[in-house]
């Protein structure tokens, strides 16, 4: 049977994702919808829509039997799951079949053979696949983690068996980490997947995290899509990926596209899927794991191989054959994938909810020296809510080289707008100018080395710093100019914190010659008061895309990762600055605040406890993660704000303390 209309059974990025190939391939599409997201982009996006629950997922995408109803309804012959919710859930995929729907994925024995992490790996150990050493059984309790932990040898990574998104995984150092990394992984794999067994395996040192893309037919061909390096992660959640790695040789690539392609004929495998693989500094490589769906950083294997996942696996779904075979497999250029999240880096990559005030993403290219790509899920004026996953889009860039398509990627940044929540947009900028990055020296513990005390902002280079003084005096003087006239030469007092710089411009036709004690160039400024991007044009040929919002005596620029309070005086106002008073912020640290929008779990302390430095104080679950907070240092518990169950807003006090 052809399929001539196809349900989806997700929501956000991906949702649109499927809906766009099936639109271009002449296929009708139905989506599906939570209370939450009955003005989603999806929901306007397909030629249907029916409405499932209520917003908790355990309530609408996770209803089988809803979804299936939807299907009968609206005539759906195939479900195209996604990824997330229902996408590796083995009874979905049978209960469809049973129905006489087709799964665009693949088989449910499948499914279940690779869902289990224990399972999956002593199948690819008997398919010839290198695995990590660890203990593949069921775990009774903490104390037996500690033991097996103990017999593998420090450090071992805890992982939940039906796991994925990072969810009830945790790296222990030893027993006491042991133990609350078992109780935490436990327990957020019960509240996540409904499974609540754990496993424990050597945690490589010095690890790269690369995958492979598959895709099989029903007709006995698989072919494996070259890799992708997903190694800038945090808390196991990938941030940044990129096809081809900047490590890999071919002889490595070959020998772990082999050994994937045999994992998946030994399991029947058809549709789209991937091998995920820990590779060591050697090039020593050993299987994690195979989820069996569409990856999240698909888009990036895409752009080098010039496929369409999606529509491989609808055609795959019909029953055809694959169009190619591994000889005519691709891998021209080079593409990056940076994932927007609605969280804020500077309060450790907290999750932030609320209505997308501004959402402006950069124009999308295709030519032959350029893609800029954006998938997203989100309109202007849209909710962030706490029920689903922090995602608001997928910037992908393609050049033909990797430090191309890195440059081109800082670029899509700067042009990326998103006001009203906190993202990790000043993250992703600050990543792309690091040199060990561009340098391609990555490993799954990158954000924490190069981080170590959490994201402050970008510290900007000279040629990036000029840009900013030079913009911020430009602007002034466009403000400016519109009142009192354009000056022949006009002379600036430029402050970012502590550094002040002297900044004369001097009008020369179209252009204006910026000069700073160190530097002068010639530039043409593209901005007018109101709007919130400005561009400079430099002589040399540069160009420089900065965020900018007027201030009191300034304007906020976001440039780079670097997010700025710049002060421009005329000089004579400048010398009075030392007399103006310090704001001093009040101290907080008697209070245990809370760090992001969520939900009490547990509180640690009763009131007259005395605490100790990283001693655990509460937990909180958002976003289906559980993050413990800890003390800080030595003290008595005054006061207990809160109890398990509150629903707090971020900065919320729960605990007070005292000197002992």
């Known amino acids: 049977m ?29 989506a599906v919808y939570s209370d939450a997201d ?34 009968k309804d609206t005539g759906a012959q195939a479900v195209h799951p996604g990824y997330g919710f229902l996408s590796e859930n083995a009874g979905f995929a049978a209960a469809l079949e049973s129905a006489g729907i087709t799964f665009v994925g693949p088989p449910a024995s499948a499914i279940e053979a690779m869902g289990d992490k224990i399972t999956s790996k002593k199948l690819a150990a008997a398919a010839g696949v290198s695995t990590v050493p660890g203990h593949m059984g069921l775990i009774a309790d903490a104390e037996e983690a500690v033991t097996i932990s103990r017999s593998i040898g420090y450090p071992v990574m805890i992982k939940a068996s039906a796991g994925g998104g990072g969810k009830g995984m945790r790296i222990a150092w030893n027993d006491e980490e042991a133990r609350e990394g078992f109780e935490r992984s436990k327990s957020e794999a019960a509240s996540s997947f409904g499974d609540d067994r754990i496993f424990i395996e050597k945690f490589v040192t010095e690890p790269r995290h690369i995958e492979i893309q598959l895709i099989g037919d029903s007709h006995g061909d698989v072919l494996y899509l070259n890799e992708r390096e997903c190694s800038i992660q945090r808390r196991n959640q990938k941030v940044i990926e990129e096809a081809p790695s900047p490590f890999l040789d071919e002889a490595t690539r070959r020998a772990m596209g082999e050994q994937s392609v045999a994992l998946a004929k030994a399991v029947g495998y058809t549709s789209a899927g991937t091998v995920e693989f820990i590779v060591d500094k050697d090039r020593n490589f050993y299987f994690l794991e195979m989820n069996t769906r569409l990856q999240v950083e698909h888009p990036v294997t895409e752009l080098i191989t010039g496929l369409d996942l999606v529509e491989l696996m609808l055609r795959v779904a019909n029953g055809e054959e694959l169009p190619l075979t591994q000889d005519e497999v691709r891998r021209n250029g080079w593409a990056i994938e940076s994932r927007l999240y609605a969280e804020d880096p500077y309060r450790n990559f907290l999750p932030s909810t609320g209505r997308l005030t501004r959402y402006r993403p950069p124009a999308e290219s295709n030519s032959e020296t350029l893609v800029v790509r954006n998938d997203t899920g989100v309109l202007e004026g849209g909710e962030i809510s706490t029920f689903y996953d922090p995602m608001i889009a997928k910037l992908c860039t393609w050049a033909p080289t990797r430090l191309e398509a890195i440059d081109a990627m800082a670029v899509a940044l700067d042009r990326f707008e998103v006001e009203g929540v906190g993202s990790n947009l000043p993250f992703l900028s600050t990543v792309m100018e690091q040199e060990r990055f561009r340098e391609g020296r990555l490993t799954t513990g990158y954000i924490a080395e190069e981080f170590p005390q959490g994201f402050t902002g970008a510290e900007l280079a000279e040629q990036h710093r000029f840009d900013v003084v030079a913009a911020a005096a430009l602007l002034m003087a466009r403000r400016e100019g519109r009142r009192s006239g354009i000056e022949a030469e006009s002379r600036w007092h430029v402050q ?49 895309l900065l965020k900018v919002e007027p201030t009191t005596s300034g304007f906020r620029i976001r440039y780079r990762g670097a997010d700025l309070k710049v002060m421009v005086l005329r000089p004579h106002v400048a010398q009075y600055l030392k007399y103006m008073p ?8 008697r209070f245990l605040l809370c760090p992001m929008p969520g939900q009490v779990v547990r509180i640690d302390v009763a009131e007259g406890d005395v605490v100790e430095d990283g ?3 509460a937990i909180v679950e958002a976003m289906k993660m559980e993050n413990v907070l800890k003390a800080q240092k030595r003290a008595r518990v005054s006061k207990v704000h809160v109890a398990p169950g509150a629903v707090l807003a971020v900065d919320a006090v729960m605990l007070e303390f005292e000197a002992v």
């Open 2 to 30: 052809t399929i001539t209309k196809v349900l989806i059974a997700n929501r956000g990025e991906i949702a649109c994702r499927v809906i766009k190939t099936a639109k271009r391939m002449g296929i009708a599409t139905v």
């Open 615 to 617: 001693q655990t104080l």
């Open 38 to 71: 009955r003005d989603a982009l999806h929901v306007r996006m397909a030629d249907e829509a029916v409405h499932i629950g209520a917003a908790p997922a355990k309530d609408s995408y996770l209803q089988i039997e809803r979804i299936i109803r939807a299907c």
């Open 496 to 544: 970012i914190e502590d550094r002040a710089e002297a900044v004369t411009l001097h009008q020369d036709g179209q252009q204006t010659v910026v000069d700073l004690d160190w530097r002068s160039e010639a530039v043409r400024l593209h901005w007018e008061p109101g709007q919130t991007l400005a561009r400079l044009d430099w002589s040399s040929g540069r160009q420089a």
């Open 582 to 589: 310090v704001k001093v912020p009040p101290d907080m640290s």
